[in-house]
């Protein structure tokens, strides 16, 4: 299948602006790049953005993956069911404490996989499809935003946002009377703080 780069460019454009990814996220590079999978996300995908990666050429040298998401403190992982099964046999669970994103693919994602790993982990993964044709990324799972406001003296994710009653109004109301105090504390503006970045798109 031929593709063109216009296709593996929108592509990795549509992922970063789903997963809001930037230049301080770590993705680990475990995919082959012979598959579009792996050549799109692990391999331009950080190029393109500027959003750092760690590589190791064996997904399943589970002592490996553990040091190297631990002690670069890996924000997303794309991998497939299979691998996610053996490193919740082998991998503990302070290793994979700084995912933000865990996306499967290549394969369906078995209930029992997602909700076992999340046991272990505290992240639940997202089953994400494609196809060669396409790029190879379609469509992942609905997810929550990883955004959060770190406003004086406490913290305060989407999520608890998102538990309010669902108006646009309440919403966003509720997110400016955390964002402002925040910004004026940090002596930055709206338009320029990296939680206003963060949030603008949500």
């Known amino acids: 299948m031929l593709l063109t780069h216009y296709n593996i460019g929108s592509n990795i454009e549509q992922i970063a602006q ?15 790049f ?5 050549f799109t996300v692990t391999l331009w995908l950080p190029a393109a953005i500027g959003t750092g990666v760690v590589y190791h050429p064996n997904p399943l040298d589970l002592a490996a993956i553990s040091e190297l998401t ?5 924000t997303l992982l794309m991998a497939t069911p299979t691998f996610l099964q053996a490193y919740m046999r082998r991998c503990q ?12 693919g290549a394969e369906k994602l078995p209930e029992r996989t997602a909700l076992a790993f999340e046991d272990k982990f505290g992240i639940r993964p997202l ?3 494609g196809c060669t044709e396409c790029s190879p990324v379609v469509s992942s799972q609905a997810f929550l935003s990883r955004v959060q406001i770190q ?14 009653p669902k108006s646009s109004e309440k919403l966003l109301s ?4 955390f964002l402002l105090p925040a910004c004026a504390t940090a002596g930055t503006s709206p338009a320029t703080s990296p939680w ?7």
């Open 18 to 32: 789903t997963f809001m990814l930037g230049r301080r996220d770590r993705l680990l590079g475990i995919l082959p």
């Open 127 to 129: 089953e994400g499809y």
């Open 151 to 164: 406003a004086p003296g406490r913290i305060l994710l989407l999520e608890d946002i998102a538990a309010q």
């Open 70 to 74: 631990r002690v670069y403190k890996v």
């Open 34 to 38: 012979f598959h579009s999978f792996g």
């Open 196 to 202: 206003w970045t963060r949030t603008a798109s949500w």
């Open 93 to 104: 669970s302070e290793d994979f404490g700084s995912l933000q994103y865990v996306v499967t």
């Open 174 to 177: 509720l997110l400016m009377a």
